[in-house]
């Protein structure tokens, strides 16, 4: 009887030592195939989705998408990049910041855009040094321009018997104050301003779309293109859908690394990182504490990347709060 509890106990240790090294060897087998999967030549699809701002708002945010931009210049593996625009434009400062890596990364590989229903003003900006662009016949683009607007509530508020007191250091300190109104001087020198900035715009316009700057200054007057007129205008090179823009992509993407024309690269959507995910998540939860996050070698330090996330993220509303400086826009005046 001991011995065939014996003999029984081994069994089951043989089964158990089996099954766990069953289950390691295939999840190494499973790992090994993704890499494989991960490593072949493959196409990647990145979006660009909403205003256009310096906040780590989300994936599809500019600023994620202009670090996976970035990271795509040394990956070897994609061979193509497809960059779907739905934006309405944005900040002056974010949209260069994409133009500048569309245009980096083009010079690498071909980057081809989509635009959705809208890529206007700042999302126009950082699609103009793509390799191609793609529009629908509806979308809306163009409005290339800069605005910066405001409000005036000084006769509001003398009626209510509100008097706004202000102590600054400059003359210009308050410019834009929604309490007064604005000065000549202030007008011409915010004017002038806009006009730098402008210009920067339609000449990095006329690189990118390799259109002579006077071309692009007639066009750049603040009006909105459909698809068709952007076409006609050589502000876009084509109409079609996403799916059209995606054989074009393939189709550039052989030629420039002269791959067989049997090769797939297949297309996948851009992953999303530790960090963007984390962004993602404390931008759309209102936290009150900070919670200790320490590294995975478990040594005790807070992890920097982790501290800096939370830290800016629990302290950037109320930061924001106090800032009454309108952000030079491109953009529409009728977005929000």
């Not at 991960?38 to 701002?53: A, K, M, V």
């Not at 002579?212 to 050589?234: C, P, S």
């Not at 030629?255 to 024309?261: G, I, N």
Request: proline fraction near 4%; charged fraction near 25%; include cysteine.
């Amino acid at each position: 009887m001991q011995l065939n509890r014996i003999i029984a106990l081994v069994l089951v240790a043989v089964c158990f030592i089996s099954a766990t090294f069953g289950i390691q060897r295939r999840q190494m087998d499973e790992a090994l195939d993704l890499k494989k999967v991960l490593d072949r030549d493959r196409l990647e699809l990145i979006s660009l989705d909403g205003p256009i701002t310096g906040a780590r708002v989300s994936s599809s945010g500019a600023m994620a998408v202009r670090d996976r931009l970035r990271e795509l210049i040394e990956e070897d593996s994609v061979k193509g990049v497809l960059l779907s625009i739905n934006s309405p434009g944005g900040t002056v400062g974010a949209s260069k910041e994409l133009y500048e890596a569309v245009k980096d990364l083009s010079e690498k590989k071909p980057v081809v855009v989509s635009m959705l229903d809208q890529a206007t003003s700042g999302g126009y900006y950082a699609a103009s040094s793509a390799t191609k662009i793609y529009a629908n016949a509806g979308t809306l683009t163009g409005s290339i321009g800069v605005i910066l607007s405001g409000f005036n509530a000084k006769e509001l508020l003398d009626r209510v018997g509100i008097q706004s007191q202000t102590i600054k250091t400059g003359p210009y300190k308050d410019i834009f104050s929604p309490f007064r109104e604005l000065g000549d001087p202030e007008r011409q020198l915010l004017q002038e301003l806009l006009q730098s900035t402008y210009t920067e715009f339609i000449t990095d316009v006329s690189k990118g779309r390799k259109l002579d700057l006077e071309v692009v200054r007639k066009l750049a007057d603040g009006r909105i293109y459909t698809g068709q007129q952007a076409k006609d205008n050589k502000l876009v090179d084509a109409l079609g859908t996403l799916d059209a823009a995606i054989a074009d992509l393939r189709d550039l993407s052989r030629k420039k690394f002269k791959l067989p024309q049997e090769s797939e690269l297949p297309i996948r959507r851009s992953p999303a990182s530790f960090e963007r995910l984390l962004d993602q998540l404390l931008s759309q939860t209102s936290v009150s504490i900070a919670l200790p996050f320490f590294d995975i070698a478990g040594s005790g330090n807070i992890s920097g990347a982790i501290a800096d996330q939370l830290t800016s993220k629990l302290t950037g509303h109320s930061m924001q709060a106090g800032n009454y400086d309108p952000p030079i826009l491109l953009m529409p005046s009728w977005s929000k």
